[in-house]
């Protein structure tokens, strides 16, 4: 059985895939030399990868060889030269104390000779051959740096590296490349008319036969966003030597490269203005965003509850700011952690917030005055005058027939978009975006027509009795439907602040909602009848604080055997009728909110598991 010698195959940048040291150049030296002493060559080909200041494990193929070599599958290994192993000193020696400690053999080049690393001399050899070749590199890079920090101060504006979008080279020079400097314009006035970058992308992607220079897979929002902030379309990009000293990189020499320029400065001023302001607003908005987020606070503690994402498990929980802060200042929060109630237990956000929700809903229903409020805002103020009626009734009317042609354009676009997916003129994540996109426009439009024609219909019946009471429970009945930022505008104009605090006898968390009303238990009286024979009533003040207990939940909701046997026709017409990957049938199963059978979101691994159990359940 022939002797199994690594080669290890390694280039540190694109350029030298096609040059003199190419993967498939070094390979075939590798095996000729290996080939030709009677062993067997195993390749390891770390492809393109820089190893300069690169450590160990940033390099899973080398990590790959070192582990052959400990568990004693191969002994000997073959380099092109021994940057192969690594430039960075702190590198190379790692791999050579396992090479010592193992006893491989080493080879080097297109040379036959064994270097034995328990012989003195040719350790001293391989030692001194490194750190050759690792100054050799070191002042090549030097030089390339050099030559173009020489060549920028001699007015050259291009030393090579991808041409940005925009320009193109003339004799070493960026210039306006003509029809992409229009396009970057283009992308500018865009932004500065409030279009978003996600707009941008898509008139990118679909509406021009542009490129970007890297990606094949379209337009990229953060490259669009680098563009909109560089300066090289202001004419002007700054230039840095960087050089790292000890464990920091200083910059060396800065030289300002003067291109032409493609924006105008009112222009470019006002792009700015909006980005930062965009970011701004963006830092300003949490992450995990919450429905009572801004109303809950823990009763024991007095603080506000955070939400947070344990890294077991993919629930979101109202945690108490306690917890986190204790160590930070425990003169402050030390006495508030040790009463705090939530520590030993954390409501989930999911769970509490529809249980809340539906709560305050109920209430609402129930309440005299809000039935009162009501009832006045929806009879009183939609009556016009009688000469009125007509005009703004003609009015909706012509409004509703013009979203509804819009709302057959957006369709008409959404159908055309997933016939490009079917007949592959569009790429599947490109499409899949598309009809995100026309998706959330269709369902807006449709919301705003169904206002209109309610409106409609009050005009429409101004003389007739609108049965108020039932509007007003479907109206309430809706709210869960909202958005979550309109969601929250609706409990703004009803609640004050929530209370949670945890009862471990009764393994549940009581929950106490303040409304800014008195509208708990509020009662209707009648004093007497009004002049047209109808009741005369007044509404008495209720209280405003009321209860919830919401019991801790120790198991799992499991999926019913229906909605199993759904789940399992979706992902088997998925997966044999579409032929789609794991990953793809997830990202579908959670754009149509078709939860595990343990209601969460669905990953590969969760769905590979499940997979092989139905195709075992499929094949009985």
């Given at each position: 059985?022939?002797?199994?010698?690594?080669?290890?195959?390694?280039?540190?940048?694109?350029?030298?895939?096609?040059?003199?040291?190419?993967l498939?150049?070094?390979?075939?030296?590798?095996?000729?030399?290996?080939?030709?002493?009677g062993?067997?060559?195993?390749?390891?080909?770390?492809?393109v990868?820089?190893?300069y200041d690169?450590?160990?494990?940033?390099?899973p193929?080398?990590?790959?060889?070192i582990?052959?070599?400990?568990?004693?599958r191969?002994?000997k290994?073959w380099?092109l030269?021994?940057?192969?192993?690594?430039?960075?000193?702190?590198?190379?020696?790692?791999?050579l104390?396992?090479?010592?400690?193992?006893?491989?053999?080493?080879?080097?080049?297109?040379?036959?000779?064994?270097y034995?690393?328990?012989n003195?001399?040719?350790?001293l050899?391989?030692?001194?051959?490194?750190?050759?070749?690792?100054?050799?590199?070191?002042?090549?890079?030097m030089?390339?740096?050099?030559?173009?920090?020489?060549?920028?101060?001699?007015?050259?504006?291009y030393?090579?590296?991808t041409?940005?979008?925009?320009?193109k080279?003339?004799?070493?020079?960026?210039?306006?490349?003509?029809?992409?400097?229009?396009?970057?314009?283009?992308?500018?006035?865009?932004?500065?008319?409030?279009?978003?970058?996600?707009t941008?992308?898509?008139?990118?992607?679909?509406k021009?036969?542009f490129?970007?220079?890297?990606?094949?897979?379209?337009?990229?929002?953060?490259t669009?966003?680098?563009?909109?902030?560089?300066?090289?379309?202001?004419?002007?990009?700054?230039?840095?030597w960087?050089?790292?000293v000890?464990?920091?990189?200083?910059?060396?020499?800065?030289i300002?490269?003067?291109?032409?320029?493609?924006?105008?400065?009112?222009?470019?001023?006002?792009?700015?203005?909006?980005?930062?302001?965009?970011?701004?607003n963006?830092?300003?908005?949490?992450?995990?965003d919450s429905?009572?987020d801004?109303?809950?606070?823990?009763?024991?503690?007095?603080?506000?509850?955070?939400?947070?994402?344990?890294?077991?498990?993919?629930?979101?929980?109202?945690?108490?700011?306690t917890?986190?802060?204790?160590?930070?200042?425990p003169?402050r929060?030390?006495?508030?952690?040790?009463?705090?109630?939530?520590?030993?237990?954390?409501?989930?956000?999911?769970?509490?917030?529809?249980?809340?929700l539906?709560?305050?809903l109920?209430?609402?229903?129930?309440?005299?005055?809000?039935?009162?409020?009501?009832?006045?805002?929806k009879?009183?103020?939609?009556?016009?005058?009688?000469?009125?009626?007509?005009?703004?009734?003609?009015?909706?009317?012509?409004?509703?027939?013009?979203?509804?042609?819009?709302?057959?354009?957006l369709?008409?676009?959404?159908?055309?978009?997933?016939?490009?997916?079917?007949?592959n003129?569009?790429?599947?994540?490109?499409?899949?975006?598309?009809?995100?996109?026309?998706?959330?426009?269709?369902?807006?439009?449709?919301?705003?027509?169904?206002?209109?024609e309610?409106e409609?219909?009050?005009?429409?019946?101004?003389s007739?009795?609108?049965?108020?009471?039932?509007?007003?429970?479907?109206?309430?009945?809706?709210?869960?439907?909202y958005?979550?930022?309109?969601k929250?505008?609706?409990?703004?104009?009803?609640i004050?602040?929530?209370?949670?605090?945890?009862e471990?006898?009764?393994?549940?968390h009581?929950i106490?909602?303040?409304?800014?009303?008195?509208?708990i238990?509020?009662?209707?009286?009648?004093?007497?009848?009004?002049s047209?024979?109808?009741?005369?009533?007044?509404?008495?003040?209720?209280?405003?604080?009321?209860?919830?207990?919401?019991?801790?939940?120790?198991?799992?909701?499991?999926?019913?055997?229906?909605?199993?046997?759904?789940?399992?026709?979706?992902i088997?017409?998925?997966?044999?009728?579409?032929?789609?990957?794991?990953?793809?049938?997830?990202?579908?199963?959670?754009?149509?909110?078709?939860l595990?059978?343990?209601?969460?979101?669905w990953?590969?691994?969760?769905l590979s598991?499940?997979?092989?159990?139905?195709?075992?359940?499929?094949?009985?």
């Amino acid at each position: 059985m022939k002797e199994k010698t690594g080669l290890l195959l390694r280039v540190s940048s694109k350029p030298q895939e096609t040059d003199g040291k190419s993967l498939e150049v070094q390979e075939k030296i590798g095996r000729k030399v290996v080939e030709s002493l009677g062993f067997e060559p195993v390749i390891f080909n770390e492809g393109v990868q820089s190893s300069y200041d690169v450590l160990i494990n940033e390099r899973p193929i080398l990590v790959e060889l070192i582990e052959e070599i400990t568990k004693k599958r191969i002994k000997k290994v073959w380099v092109l030269n021994t940057d192969r192993i690594g430039r960075y000193s702190e590198s190379w020696y790692s791999v050579l104390k396992v090479f010592l400690k193992y006893k491989v053999g080493f080879y080097i080049g297109e040379s036959n000779k064994e270097y034995d690393l328990k012989n003195s001399v040719d350790k001293l050899t391989i030692g001194v051959l490194s750190l050759i070749s690792q100054y050799d590199n070191e002042l090549r890079r030097m030089r390339s740096v050099l030559g173009k920090r020489n060549s920028l101060k001699n007015g050259q504006t291009y030393v090579g590296s991808t041409i940005p979008f925009g320009y193109k080279v003339e004799k070493k020079m960026l210039v306006p490349h003509e029809e992409e400097s229009k396009e970057v314009k283009r992308i500018f006035q865009m932004y500065s008319e409030g279009k978003s970058t996600m707009t941008i992308k898509y008139h990118l992607d679909v509406k021009t036969d542009f490129e970007p220079r890297r990606s094949k897979m379209g337009w990229n929002i953060g490259t669009i966003q680098k563009m909109l902030r560089n300066t090289l379309y202001k004419g002007y990009q700054d230039w840095e030597w960087k050089e790292k000293v000890g464990d920091e990189m200083i910059v060396v020499d800065t030289i300002q490269i003067k291109v032409p320029r493609l924006v105008d400065d009112e222009l470019w001023n006002k792009v700015q203005k909006l980005m930062t302001e965009q970011i701004v607003n963006r830092n300003n908005k949490k992450v995990l965003d919450s429905l009572f987020d801004g109303f809950i606070h823990c009763k024991s503690c007095d603080s506000r509850l955070l939400t947070r994402r344990r890294n077991t498990t993919t629930n979101r929980y109202y945690s108490c700011r306690t917890s986190e802060y204790k160590w930070k200042s425990p003169s402050r929060w030390g006495e508030k952690y040790e009463s705090c109630t939530l520590k030993k237990k954390s409501p989930r956000v999911d769970e509490t917030d529809t249980k809340i929700l539906n709560h305050i809903l109920t209430t609402l229903k129930e309440s005299k005055s809000i039935r009162e409020e009501f009832k006045s805002k929806k009879l009183s103020p939609k009556f016009d005058e009688e000469k009125n009626i007509k005009k703004n009734t003609d009015k909706k009317r012509k409004y509703i027939n013009q979203r509804r042609k819009y709302l057959d354009t957006l369709e008409t676009e959404l159908v055309e978009v997933e016939f490009d997916i079917r007949t592959n003129q569009m790429s599947k994540s490109k499409g899949e975006k598309l009809v995100g996109k026309f998706n959330k426009m269709i369902s807006e439009v449709y919301s705003e027509i169904g206002r209109l024609e309610e409106e409609l219909e009050i005009y429409s019946n101004s003389s007739k009795w609108i049965d108020w009471l039932d509007s007003m429970f479907n109206e309430l009945d809706k709210v869960n439907s909202y958005p979550l930022k309109k969601k929250k505008t609706f409990l703004k104009e009803y609640i004050k602040r929530i209370d949670v605090e945890y009862e471990p006898k009764i393994q549940s968390h009581k929950i106490d909602i303040e409304f800014k009303y008195p509208i708990i238990g509020d009662k209707m009286k009648f004093i007497g009848k009004k002049s047209d024979g109808r009741k005369d009533y007044i509404v008495s003040e209720g209280q405003t604080t009321m209860n919830l207990i919401v019991p801790t939940s120790k198991q799992r909701k499991r999926m019913d055997d229906s909605d199993r046997e759904k789940l399992n026709r979706k992902i088997l017409e998925l997966k044999l009728g579409e032929e789609l990957s794991l990953n793809e049938i997830c990202k579908e199963l959670n754009r149509l909110k078709i939860l595990t059978p343990t209601n969460k979101e669905w990953d590969k691994p969760k769905l590979s598991s499940y997979y092989k159990t139905l195709k075992s359940d499929v094949g009985k």
